[in-house]
C-alpha cells in the first residue's frame, strides 16, 4: 500500500516535469497551458496499448481528451491497467454503443426550463454553468455537452438562469455544476455567487467540481476569499481512487474547509477503478482524514459508450455491506441509481430488515445477527417513586 499523501512525484524531483520551477507547477494556469491532449504528447512520456490510441484517435468526436501534468504524473505508467490512467486516457472501447445507453440518460434537456438548467427536485435546481474542464473523465455522465465534441454547442444563459430562480420561491438549493464551475475566473464566480445570494429564497449554494483532484492548484486564497465572502458554499468533489488522495489535494482541502466551506464526496463505481472492497475501504478512509465526508457513491449512469466501466450493482451493494457497521459512519456513502430517463436519484441499500408486522420489526444487524424491536407497547400504570423527587445537583459541577 502506498504510503498516504504523497507528494506527486514532481515533489521528489521525478516525474515528467522535474525542471519546472515550484512557481509554475504551482500555478494553475501554467497546468491547464502545458495539458497533454494529444497521443504524439502522451507517447512522448509513456507506451500507449493499441486499445488506448485508437481511443485517442477517435475522443475527439465524443469527449475531448485532456489532461493535466499534475494528474497525468499520478499515472503509474508501468502499468497498462493503473486506475488513474483508466479514468482519463480514451480506450477504443468508448465506441462501443449498447443499445440501452443513451446520450442524455438523465433526461436533463427535457426538465431545463432555461439552457444549462435543471429543475427535476421540488426545490433544487441544477446550474450548468460551463461546457469546460480541466481534464475529462472518460465515463462523464454530459460527455453529450461538456469540451462540445459533439457540437452540442452549450451556452449557459447566465441572465435567464438567475431570473428563473429569482422568480421561483421554491427554489431554495442551487447546484452549480457543467462542466467544472471551478475554470471560471474569480471575477465571474465572485458575480455568480454574489447573485445567488443576493436571492433571499436561496438558501443552500453548491459547487460540484474535481478541480481539487485535477487541478488542485487552482484552490488560491483569492478563491477562498470568495467563498469565505459568499458563504456558507458546500462543496461535493469526486474522489475515485486513494491514489488520488496526494498531499496536494490534501492542501486543497484544508484551505476550502478553513475558508468554511463543507465537503463531500462523490465516486463513481467504475470496473478496474474502485470496484473493489479493500480499495474503496482505502478511498474513504483517506477521504476522512482530508476532512471529506464521503457523499455518495454512483452506479455509472447509462452513458453512450461506457461499457466497459460497469460494474454489477450486487458489487455495489457488497462494498456498502462491507463498510457499514466495519468502519467509522462518516465514512460511508449513499450509494445511489440515478434513475435513467429522470427519475432523480434513489438510494440502493442493503436489506436489513427482514420483517415489520404491527408488533415488531425484525432485523440482521451487520454481522448478520437477527434483532427484534417490539412496536406495540402495552402501557403500565405508573406507581409513584422516589426518584420523583428532584435531584438538586451540587453548584460546583458548573464551575
Ligand atoms: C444530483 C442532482 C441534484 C442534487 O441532488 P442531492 O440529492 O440534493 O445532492 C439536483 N438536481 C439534479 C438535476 C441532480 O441531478
Known amino acids: 500500500?502506498?504510503?498516504?499523501?504523497?507528494?506527486?512525484?514532481?515533489?521528489?524531483?521525478?516525474?515528467?516535469?522535474?525542471?519546472?520551477?515550484?512557481?509554475?507547477?504551482?500555478?494553475?494556469?501554467?497546468?491547464?497551458?502545458?495539458?497533454?491532449?494529444?497521443?504524439?504528447?502522451?507517447?512522448?512520456?509513456?507506451?500507449?496499448?493499441?486499445?488506448?490510441?485508437?481511443?485517442?484517435?477517435?475522443?475527439?468526436?465524443?469527449?475531448?481528451?485532456?489532461?493535466?501534468?499534475?494528474?497525468?504524473?499520478?499515472?503509474?505508467?508501468?502499468?497498462?491497467?493503473?486506475?488513474?490512467?483508466?479514468?482519463?486516457?480514451?480506450?477504443?472501447?468508448?465506441?462501443n454503443v449498447s443499445q440501452e445507453e443513451m446520450l442524455d440518460s438523465l433526461g436533463e434537456d427535457a426538465h431545463s426550463p432555461v439552457p444549462g438548467l435543471v429543475h427535476r427536485y421540488p426545490d433544487r435546481v441544477l446550474f450548468l454553468v460551463t461546457d469546460r474542464c480541466a481534464a475529462y473523465c472518460r465515463y462523464c455522465t454530459r460527455s453529450r455537452l461538456v469540451s462540445n465534441a459533439q457540437d452540442y454547442n452549450f451556452h449557459p444563459e447566465y441572465e435567464q438562469a438567475l431570473r428563473y430562480i429569482e422568480a421561483h420561491p421554491e427554489v431554495r438549493d442551487v447546484l452549480l455544476s457543467g462542466g467544472d464551475p471551478l475554470l471560471?475566473?474569480?471575477?465571474k464566480l465572485d458575480h455568480l455567487l454574489g447573485r445567488l445570494r443576493a436571492i433571499p429564497h436561496v438558501e443552500f449554494i453548491r459547487i460540484g467540481s474535481r478541480i481539487p483532484v485535477f487541478l488542485p492548484q487552482r484552490i488560491t486564497p483569492d478563491l477562498c476569499e470568495i467563498f469565505k465572502k459568499h458563504g456558507p458554499v458546500w462543496m461535493s468533489i469526486h474522489v475515485n481512487h486513494p491514489r488520488e488522495c496526494t498531499a496536494e489535494?490534501?492542501?486543497a482541502c484544508e484551505k476550502l474547509a478553513f475558508a468554511g466551506v463543507p465537503l463531500g464526496n462523490q465516486s463513481v463505481l467504475l470496473r478496474g477503478v474502485n470496484d473493489g472492497v479493500e480499495v474503496m475501504k482505502e478511498l474513504v478512509h483517506r477521504l476522512l482524514q482530508m476532512r471529506v465526508r464521503p457523499y455518495y457513491l454512483y452506479q455509472m449512469d447509462l452513458i453512450t459508450g461506457g461499457s466497459h466501466f460497469k460494474v454489477d450493482v450486487r458489487k455495489g451493494l457488497e462494498?456498502?455491506?462491507?463498510?457499514?457497521?466495519?468502519?467509522?459512519?462518516?465514512?460511508?456513502?449513499?450509494?445511489?441509481?440515478?434513475?435513467p430517463g429522470g427519475g432523480g436519484k434513489v438510494p440502493i441499500n442493503p436489506e436489513y430488515v427482514e420483517k415489520i408486522t404491527d408488533e415488531e420489526v425484525v432485523f440482521r444487524n451487520y454481522e448478520?445477527?437477527?434483532?427484534?424491536?417490539?412496536?406495540?407497547?402495552?402501557?403500565?400504570?405508573?406507581?409513584?417513586s422516589p426518584a420523583d423527587t428532584p435531584v438538586v445537583l451540587p453548584v460546583e459541577l458548573f464551575q
Open 184 to 187: 471560471l475566473s474569480d471575477k
Open 249 to 251: 489535494l490534501r492542501e
Open 1 to 95: 500500500m502506498s504510503s498516504l499523501y504523497n507528494r506527486s512525484a514532481w515533489f521528489e524531483g521525478q516525474g515528467l516535469w522535474p525542471h519546472v520551477p515550484e512557481t509554475e507547477w504551482r500555478d494553475w494556469t501554467w497546468q491547464l497551458k502545458n495539458r497533454l491532449t494529444t497521443v504524439e504528447q502522451m507517447e512522448r512520456h509513456m507506451t500507449l496499448t493499441s486499445e488506448e490510441k485508437e481511443g485517442c484517435r477517435l475522443s475527439n468526436h465524443k469527449l475531448a481528451l485532456a489532461i493535466t501534468p499534475y494528474f497525468f504524473n499520478l499515472i503509474d505508467r508501468d502499468d497498462p491497467d493503473c486506475p488513474i490512467r483508466r479514468q482519463v486516457i480514451p480506450r477504443g472501447e468508448e465506441m
Open 368 to 384: 448478520g445477527r437477527r434483532y427484534h424491536y417490539p412496536l406495540a407497547s402495552t402501557p403500565v400504570p405508573r406507581t409513584p
Open 319 to 339: 462494498i456498502i455491506r462491507a463498510l457499514r457497521g466495519y468502519t467509522t459512519g462518516y465514512a460511508v456513502p449513499q450509494y445511489v441509481i440515478d434513475a
